[in-house]
Structure formats: C-alpha cells, structure tokens
C-alpha cells in the first residue's frame, strides 16, 4: 500500500524487555518513515484505559497492540466500550511471553515482515467469545491451568518467559489439588475438576490441542475433565505432543460449546482468559458471540 496512513500504536511496557523491545522499536521506526504514528505505552491498565478512552474521541486509520495475548484481549474489550475503536483494523506486533495469537496467525518475528503486515489491506476476522461480561479470542480455563496463572509473578514472567509457565505447571502438577465445580451445558449437569474452552487450536505455546477449532472460526471447543490425576494430565500431554488433539481421552468430555455455566460446590471458581488471571467469582458463564474484530495478517 502506497496511501499514507496513520497508527495508533499501544505498548504494553510490562509485557516485554530486551529483544522483544527492540523489536516494537524496529517496527515503529519503519512505521514513521512513511506514516503516522502515535506511540502511547502503558504502565498499568487504569493507565491503558485513559489511552483507550484518549483515542476514542482521535481520529486515526489502524490500532496496533504491542505485547502479548493478554495485552490483544485487554485491548479488544476497551475497543468495544467505543462506537469509534469497536470497528477499527487492529494490527499486532508479538510482544508477549507465549504469543499464541503469532502461532495462529503465522506473523513472522521480524520487522520487515511486521511492517508489511501492518500496512497491507490484507485482514481477517477474528471471532470472540464471551466470559461473564468480559470477551476472549483464545481461551478461558477454570482449574488446573488458573491456578497456575495465578501463582505467577508479572514481574518474574517478564524476565524468565516461557520458563516461569514450566517452573509453575510442574509445581502445580507435584502438589496438584482439585476443587469441584458444577458445569451445566447442553442441559447437562457435570462434576469437574478442569474446564478448559477454546477459541484456539494452540495452548501453551505452538501445541496443537485441537483439528476442531481456530481462531478464524466462530466454534469453541470445551474440555471438560471430570477427575484430574497426575497420571491422567501426563497422558494428556503426551496426546497433545503426539496427536496434537485432546478428542481420543475417553476421560475427558468434549462438547461444540454455545453456553456452558459454572458454578464453585465448596469454593469460589478461578479463571484465567488468554493467559492472564480473571480471579475469583461464585460462579462463570462462557459463551459463543456474533462479535469479532478485523486482523491484519500475513
């Protein structure tokens, strides 16, 4: 594209350091010899907020996210709050520690490659699910994986990356600990330990989990595991490594998800949305929705 455009460019400043720094860095200079840019980077989320709501009275042509999954997904949900960012082409430079989002996309780690992207009219739509009154573009996961979220450090996450994920999910695995919940879907009332419902075809990095499910489509996939054992998750990950496909575990129910509820028995219920905490609540609604947003890809 030869048009000169103008981008609205929000930089996560606690989801990456280092190379991936000098990346956005790369990117962004790329951007201004050509274009317009307005680079406003973040401290916080009531500090990202402000930017959001800053942006909704400008006037500009693309929005661009600069950090992680958790980074895309907080930023979806503001777009929305405005009549004027909801329908905006958000581009994407993979800042984040998993960067699920890149995997899906196929957008290569590299300026020249990014800025192509991000000034190209190639885009596609991404379909979003809803958890409670907070949308997702991947995953929301309730149990097993929440608790691991939630036991990780930001500041830590920043420096180890993918490492902390290891470090924690082994720990979890050793001393694991299983709450009860009530699922009802599909008229049906379950006891589970793990509820895991994908937007996504990758979890934790480049694994394929499922062949029923991307992010371009609008079906969610829900997983749910009625009696975590240490042996059962082993088994798990090694269909995941080998099959690249949960759907042969008898021990798990897999359900084509609209609506699914749940509910704590003795506890409050943990969630975790595209890799970042959720927190504690009495009790999850996750739902299929007619909402998406347009991504500029490769």
């Known amino acids: ?26 990117v962004i200079n ?20 402000n930017v ?7 006037k500009f042509d693309r929005l661009v996210f600069a950090g992680g999954d958790g980074s895309v997904c907080f930023g979806i949900n503001e777009m929305f709050k405005s009549d004027n ?37 190639n885009h596609k739509k991404i379909s979003l699910a809803k958890i409670n009154d907070k949308y997702f573009f991947l995953m929301a996961g309730v149990g097993f994986d929440s608790r691991i979220v939630e036991s990780i ?17 082994f720990q979890h695995f050793l001393f694991l ?4 919940m009530e699922v009802k879907v599909d008229n049906e009332k379950i006891m589970a330990d793990w509820i895991l419902c994908t937007n996504s075809k990758y979890y934790a990095g480049p694994h394929s989990i499922t062949n029923d499910t991307n992010i371009f489509e ?22 995941i490594l080998t099959k690249g496909d949960l759907t042969p575990a008898k021990s798990v129910i897999k359900k084509e998800l609209n609506r699914l509820k749940i509910n704590g028995v003795n506890n409050k219920v943990l969630s975790q949305v595209d890799g970042e905490n959720c927190g504690y609540v009495n009790s999850l609604e996750i739902q299929k929705t007619d909402r998406f947003i347009n991504l500029l890809v490769p």
Do not use: C
């Open 153 to 169: 450090n930001t500041n830590i996450k920043k420096y180890l990356g993918k490492v902390i994920f290891a470090l924690k999910g």
């Open 85 to 121: 960012l909801k329908d905006k082409l958000v581009g994407y430079i993979p800042a984040g520690t998993v960067n699920i989002l890149q995997i899906e996309t196929q957008i290569k780690k590299k300026a020249e490659e990014i800025y192509n992207v991000l000034v190209s009219d």
């Open 52 to 58: 959001f709501k800053e942006l909704s009275n400008k």
């Open 1 to 26: 594209m030869n048009k000169k455009l103008s981008f609205a460019v929000i930089f996560n400043a606690n989801a990456a350091g280092g190379r991936k720094l000098r990346l956005i860095n790369k």
């Open 177 to 180: 600990k299983n709450n009860k």
């Open 218 to 239: 609008n079906r969610i996939v829900a997983y749910i595991f009625k009696d975590l054992t240490r042996i059962k998750l082993l088994y798990y990950v090694w269909l």
């Open 30 to 49: 790329l951007l201004e010899k050509n274009h317009i840019v307005d680079l406003f980077k973040t401290e916080s989320e009531d500090h990202a907020r």
